[in-house]
């Protein structure tokens, strides 16, 4: 460890920090001494999380001290005066509590002792974070992480319900009723070693309440009485209903807010909403449900003289009272007109509490309607288990409503913050798609329907409401705030502490560069006019099949939107250009649904480390899964591509109405951005927030390439991170990119630190002689190679031969490569280096892919000439069998030679099939000869489809290609009908060049 001084407060570093790091823990210090709020930005790969927890525990630490001094001095002075309250109550907390007596005689005498909030976007961001403390001096301080229901409930019954809300309410009412058993264990748990001595994240807590029988969600309320850092998603900090019900104290403590690039959508979207009329129609309908539900236990009781088996916390005059609410805020929603249907109404904020009034709900009776609301969903939730009532989703809905609209409407000046801070658009509501499940609660649409948005448009208005809860101090921070001025301007707080700090990577590490035309000069440009023409899709994917091949490793590769990725990617599959691409790296493609996410991701970090594959591609949106808080570091990111502009949709009303408002102030004298410059922004932060995956960490290297003309443009220039700006390059023509790709890469390799296991063959690093499906000879590859690097570096003036490249893809070159090796002996035969570059190709395809491929092939019939495979005999008379020891290797005793040639086998069968088994348990893991022992015995007792047998075979011989002779051999064992199949798979596999 190492100690450092800063602003009087000694913080202990894991290493001896860097400037930048010095920088940065000394303006979250001087935020946390003086109370001031901070904006912070220092680049990933700084250590800006490890910097930003050690020196705040450590200024933590010593505030703990200074109060702790004060209330002994206090003790002494009472003790002096004849008042000796606070010092008996000190002592009797310190003897019993020992660490918690500051806390106790805090809460007797009204002392605040601060607590750091450490907020961050996700929960494994969080956890990442929580790694940091454990390696630092200060993992023995008081820790906890909140969560929901959703991560920590361990319950069976509760755990199992997909729906948050009715988990929430499930919970409650087992809590009530005192059923749940490990919420009743939390209480003589609270203070377990395990629980109290370790720094627990959401999985550590679910584990630990497993083993302990114990509830981690309530059990993290528990230590949160006590903990000194407090770890939470920051929607828990800037949602006004999650602070509440998580019981979250701010009062005189710090809130820090990692990764805050999306604090400002995060607040407007915390206290905005949307109702609609069919909500409201549902609201009657759930009412009504349990109106009749009443009305029928009513009649029970009268039928058999039963006492009321359930005891509800309302009653019927109170569903009468909250029905005709509901009719009344219906009739207001009904009397709203709409003259342009096509663009809707926009009204103030202010209009809301007006459209509420109609229906007499105010400020005063919200919170009773709530109150009263949450009681029928309890009911809706838990006690009535039919599973075709409602479940009270459409009153949850309506009470978030009461609960933003009223959460500070008893004063005048919050009304007429939401007058300036907010807008009503009311749209006529489009019908949603019904559902083909015949089994769903049919939904209730109205014709005429109107959706209500209740939008705010000042990140501002949410900040200021932690503000006005005598939080101490609040620092922003991220990798990506750049610019500062106008995020400051948005978040419309006093910002006393800036600060932009440099990266750590010298210019030798990054290779930035615009790219405004592809490979045949064609504009790249994905606007609005042009992202659909066939030219520029074309254009834009020969130049990533190209750049592909040049860039070592993971290759991230972001389009602006999800549509605009599916379109490249469907005209590219019909051109086949696709293909082309996935040859030289296997391509990912984010899912836009959380489903499968976690697998894709994992198969994409799996090829990188296979090295039987030249990296991967990872095809990706801004704003999406993985351009936020993935860790691309070394091999898994080598380069990004961001092929275009994310801009919001243009025409969604909520970004009209966004710009419409900063115009507004703008308007008035106000420091603002105006629209257009908003709308800029938001897409040159979702590329900032790409570009970081990429470079995690001092030693990292890679290239960042913006392939679109528009980067060019020197104002968007300007709102890129600070640390970038000084490296942006425009290259002059494409064969440029290729040479100061390849320099900058063969220098990476040759002088920057290599992580373990990450190498990189230098001969590889440029354009492939010829392409990777038809590269038969090692030779040829070597020679070619050789020629097209010494052609780049003759030409130093810029001038890279790229023809040498378009030569190499031409049918001449193929069909010679082809003639001159090409035989089914040479296919055969054992070498020390697979006979095709795979670190280059595409994984083995299927019998089905090759099939298709081969009926649609329209290559000259030279490629796919019949090549005769000669039966495999056994001879009857066994004594004239030599012993297995006089053959030369297995290939021979699989009936075939060193050449490949096929022989006849002299081996009886019973004892062939017993060698065979031994090399292949000898050749194969233990794990994939399971797989092949149940392949066989499917296939001799139960399925005999032979071409199914064939695919898992070359799942587990052709993947390992120097077993491609165990393939060829099982040949022996195949049922007489499955011989003639088995050649002709054969013949496929070499005429496709799979092998």
Known sequence: MTEITLKGVTVQFPFKPYQVQEDYMAKVIECLQDGKNGVLESPTGTGKTLSLLCSSLAWLIVKKAQIQSQALSMGALDQLSGGSDFAEQFSKNLDKGGGKALVQTQNTFGWSMPKIIYASRTHSQLSQA?????RSAYKHVNVTVLGSRDQLCIHPEVAKETNSATKIHMCQAKIKARTCYYYNNVEARKDDPTIRQNILDIEDLVKTGQKLKCCPYYLTRELKQSADIIFMPYNYILDPKTRKNQSIEIQNNVVLLDEAHNVEKICEEATSLQISSTDIAVCIDEITAVMKDMIDETNEQNDFETPNAVQKDFTAEDLCNLKAMFLEVEKAIDAIVITRTD???TFSGGYIFDLLEKADISHGKSQLICDKLDKIILYLTTVNTSSF?????????????????????????????????????????????????????????????KLISYWCFSPGFGMQQILDQGVRSVVLTSGTLSPLKPFISEIGIDIAVQLENPHIVTEKQICVGIISAGHDGYTLNSSYNTRNDPKYIGSLGETIKILSSILPHGLLIFFPSYPIMRTCQEEWQKTGKWTQIENKKPIFVEPQSKDGFNSIINEYYNKINDPHHKGAIFMAVCRGKVSEGLDF?????????????????????????KQRYLEENKALGKISLTGQQWYQLEASRAVNQAIGRIIRHKNDYGAILLCDCRFDNPSFKQQLSAWIRPRIKKFPNFKTVIKDLQIFFKY????????????IDISDLSLPAVPAQFDTSGVRRRQMN???????????????DISSYYRCESHQCVEKSISQNNSFASLLEAKPKPIINFSICKPPKTISSVLLDVASSNEPSIKRRKLKIKPVNFHSDESAIPSTSTLTNTHELFGHNNSGQAVNSVIPKKEQAAQYVKEVKKSLSKETFKTFKTIVSEYQTGDSNVTKLLIKLEKIFIENHKLKHLLIGFKTFLKPDHL????????????????
């Open 343 to 345: 663009e809707g109404e």
């Open 748 to 759: 990476a390799q040759t002088n920057l630190p290599q992580p373990s296991g990450s190498t």
């Open 980 to 995: 003639e199949p088995f050649d002709e798979h054969v013949k496929l596999m070499q005429d496709s060049n799979i092998w």
């Open 633 to 657: 570091a070394n091999a898994n990111g080598r380069a990004v591509i961001i092929t275009g502009l994310p801009f919001p949709p243009l025409k969604d009303p909520r970004v009209i109405l």
């Open 389 to 449: 009532i409602r479940k009270g989703n459409a009153l949850q809905k309506f009470c978030d409503l009461l609960r933003v609209v009223f959460v500070g409407a008893n004063s005048q000046n919050y009304r007429e913050r939401v007058k300036r801070c907010y807008k009503v658009y009311i749209q006529v509501e489009q019908p949603k798609k019904s559902s083909k499940n015949v089994w769903e609660t049919k939904k209730i649409t109205k014709s005429d329907g």
């Open 786 to 800: 050789a020629k097209v690097n010494e052609t780049a570096s003759q030409n130093e003036n810029g001038n890279f």
């Open 130 to 134: 929580m790694q940091e403390l454990k």
